[in-house]
């Protein structure tokens, strides 16, 4: 005997109902999986940022061993041949961190500046160094060292110190000594203001590169799904090419810490930083607005705060803000 009509039906309705069930099973998982990826990067994001953020503000003002600022570092670097000291390698209070509020923005492009966003300058002495491998014979001979493993070059300014005292300069000429000498670092006048240093360093001694470092949300020049804009974190050395470091950050927001007194100690915050004394900063607190770049993660778009700044987004992407802060430590007590 065949099925009847009635049982038919009932047999299509039943599987239609575990067909259904099945596909509300895959989508949930197919959606729990994206939002649990979009979290991940997300977080992944967040945390590398503020880490090399972190990592670099904590070094703003390093200079071996003199703090910045004591005296006892002295800047001979004049790569514009004006005879006086250039003022962006000279590594004090007043210049170890910049931070400019809501730029103006880079004019658009990849790796220009996201306008309405902070940026951070940092100055400070690379950590990689190599020791001096023989003594100066005067303040005005070559700096020998056994090798160049950061493949330093005539133009390059770096810094020589010895914990006494710190000479940045230009150096016009990077060449092997041969024998233990290894390599001769040149310090002439033709990119400096004069070709003498503040003393004759001994094998006690260290050089080290000088580095500006800037921190921005810049325009990758990439669009999304939605054909938004997919901003990142860059970070620019000396003035060079932008790199590009994670994807997805969104927006910065700089707040900083003040000591108005001089104790050392914080004595008041202030939401607009580049319009205080930078010699007064003694910690900074970085927000990072960053986006998944997965649309439809989460069920409802929600406002958050950046720092001092509302947002209240449109799109159901994940947005979430990463809060660090770090203390100059070159400025501690």
């Not at 038919?8 to 259904?20: E, N, R, S, T």
């Not at 997805?248 to 914080?266: F, K, N, P, R």
Request: hydrophobic share 45%.
């Amino acid at each position: 005997m065949g099925l009847s009509l009635v049982e038919l039906l009932v047999a299509i309705a039943i599987g239609l109902l575990v067909v259904a069930g099945v596909v509300q099973v895959y989508v949930s998982a197919k959606q729990a999986y994206r939002a649990t990826e979009a979290l991940a990067r997300v977080q992944e994001a967040g945390r590398f940022a503020t880490a090399a953020l972190v990592r670099d503000i904590r070094m703003a003002g390093y200079a071996g061993c003199p703090a910045a600022g004591s005296g006892a570092v002295t800047n001979i670097v004049d790569l514009d041949g004006d005879g006086s000291p250039d003022p962006g390698y000279t590594l004090d209070a007043s210049n170890a961190v910049q931070i400019e509020d809501e730029a103006a923005g880079g004019g658009g492009g990849a790796g220009s500046v996201v306008a309405g966003t902070d940026t951070i300058t940092l100055r400070f002495a690379a950590p990689q160094m190599v020791a001096v491998s023989s003594p100066m014979a005067n303040e005005t001979a070559q700096v020998h060292v056994a090798a160049n493993p950061y493949s330093w070059a005539a133009g390059d300014v770096l810094i020589v110190t010895d914990c006494e005292r710190a000479d940045i300069f230009a150096a016009t000429a990077v060449a092997s000594g041969g024998g233990a000498v290894g390599v001769n670092i040149a310090h002439g006048s033709n990119k400096n203001t004069q070709p003498r240093l503040s003393k004759a360093y001994a094998q006690q001694a260290f050089v080290l590169a000088y580095l500006t470092r800037k921190y921005f949300v810049g325009d990758t020049g990439r669009t999304d799904d939605a054909g938004q804009p997919v901003y990142a974190l860059y970070r620019q050395d000396n003035g060079g090419t932008p790199v590009e470091l994670v994807e997805g950050v969104q927006g910065m927001e700089i707040s900083v810490a003040l000591d108005t007194d001089g104790d050392g100690s914080a004595d008041t915050r202030s939401d607009s930083p580049g319009s205080v004394s930078a010699d007064q900063i003694v910690a900074v607190t970085v927000n990072l607005w960053v986006r998944s770049i997965l649309d439809n993660v989460v069920e409802s778009p929600r406002t958050f705060s950046v720092g001092t700044e509302t947002v209240s987004p449109t799109d159901k992407r994940l947005h979430l803000v990463f809060t660090a802060t770090a203390a100059l430590r070159n400025r501690l007590p």
